[in-house]
């Protein structure tokens, strides 16, 4: 069982709010006439009912896979390691899209930036460990701080959020390998 | 959006599927009863029976593709299919002569020296302590299926050599050498170190007032503490069920308890975690080319059995010791898996090639090939599991 501190920490380093900010930064302004507020709002919804779904039902989920989770948290930690050192290597991800207004709340903001495979696969296994409730609690943290840096747009600390993203990268390398030995030494 | 999303969710796919084959392919662990599982032990009781020589040695291995008998022996291991033989006497005593047959070619096969004896192996002339740990455990056993005391001089001479190989920080040596009247100091083993502790811990049990206690304490903080350094395991710790079924063993004792200390206690969880870990990737194997080459061919009998009576151990331990009661329910849980698994691969009546000719009924075959500790093992993991098949059968009522 981790605490809530901990799994916010977790989240924070698979949900990556400096990438996803700084994705969204690269795109430029969004050319959309609705308050600048909402397409980020939109997202961020989209995100939760997404990691709601999957954190309250990741037992579900792993039954229907025929996985306990202690085998899944190495899956998880395998994928949270890969993409942390590709955020590491490449920096942010930058899905190409011209997308503006809801579409671009949809995709690509809700979906690969808010909702990333580290995230959904964060969702599962902490789910299955700690609860849907807490692990969603723990979420919320990391998807506030998305949300703040989504609305004010710090086009001009695009250097500093790569460096944060790059930093963040890292340290879901180590949350990675923690979840990896975790799988490993349970029973 | 549509196609953006599309490609994305396309690689996502890709990778999920990768993920599913390679790394998290499903876990199945075949459903037993707690009778199917007495039926499985029976049934390899009944391989070895048959197999079992005149002079009370038994079939050491069996090429069912070729139908040929190995003309190799191994008195440790003959040992331990006695005591696994005697433990199964515990509920069905029917298995009795074919046990003490066991015991008798071991007795015939004694070598005494300064008040001690000890099971010479009548093919290299060595005298080995796994043997007799063994032995001892095998002759504990019939004791307490039996209530039978006619051996108790003969366990006490063994367990007198026992602690002859021992040495002042509670570990052994592996062999005794008759050419210079000692023990050789440069091998152990790391088999003999566990089956020992358990022997020593089973005398205590026995014969409570004699104090097997202390060498027993000393031999479970070496293992708890030292063993994996000293004898530079590679990934520790060493998947020991010997060493489980003498903390289990321990805990059992008389007396104002925890039998346990600290280091025990760590000492078991980290064994319950390999135990299960191993267990989980088992599971996932399948027989089949595929799964050999992704993730390893399917353990045979002999391994998968030792997982299942180290946790079959722990289980009973985690029931005597609160400190370990919360790992009760998954260590229970692999356990039964395991006795699935077990039960699932053992070759039944009705299964193909299977005859008076080619004895392969109640055994467990790995590349057409089976080895006496096959039965061994899985016949011991089959039969301690019971109970925890039982008690998760209550539960789910």
Known sequence: MNTYWQLAVFFFAAINPASVALAT??????????????????????AVVVYAAVAFGSERILDGLDI??????????????????????????DPQSEDAGLQAAVFPLALPLLVSPAGLVAAVSYGADDGGGKALGALAVSLGIAAV???????????????????????????AAGLVVDGVRAI | MTRGMAAVLGVWAVGAIGLRVVVVPPQFCPPVTSAGALESAKAAAGWIERAQQPDGSYTYEFNADESTYSAEYNSVRHAGVTTSLYQLAAIDPSVLPTADRGLTWMQDHMARYNGWAALQDPFDGTIELGADALMLTALAQRRIATNDPQYDSLMHEVARFILVMQQDDGSFLLRWLPQTGAPDPTERSKYATGESFWALAMMHRLFPTEGWDVPTRKVADYLSLHRDTVEKQKFPPWADQWAAYGLAEMAAWPGPG????????????????????LVRVESQRRDNAFSDVIHGRQARAAGMGTWGEGLDSLWRLSGLDSRLAHMQAKIGER???????????????????????????????????????????????????????????????
């Open chain 1, 25 to 46: 930064a690269r795109r430029g302004a969004d050319r959309d006439a609705r308050p600048r507020w909402q397409t980020p709002a939109i997202a961020i919804v989209i």
């Open chain 1, 68 to 93: 306990e989770p202690e085998s899944f948290r190495v899956a998880a930690g395998i994928v949270m390691a890969a993409v942390g050192v590709l955020i590491i290597w490449r920096g942010a991800f």
């Open chain 1, 149 to 175: 840096l989504l609305v004010a747009h710090p086009q001009r600390a695009m250097p500093a959020l790569d460096a944060i993203a790059r930093l963040t990268g890292a340290l879901l390398v180590v949350v």
């Open chain 2, 258 to 277: 925890p039998q346990l200390n600290e280091a025990n206690v760590t000492y078991a969880r980290s064994l319950a975690e390999r135990f299960g870990f």
């Open chain 2, 335 to 397: 356990a039964a898996c395991t006795s699935g698994m077990l039960a699932e691969r053992q070759i039944k009546a009705g299964d193909p090639n299977t005859g008076p000719d080619v004895p392969r009924l109640g055994g467990w075959f790995t590349d057409g090939v089976t080895r006496m500790d096959d039965q061994q093992h899985a016949l011991s993991a089959l039969l301690r599991g019971r109970e925890i098949l039982d008690s998760r059968s209550k539960e789910q009522k």
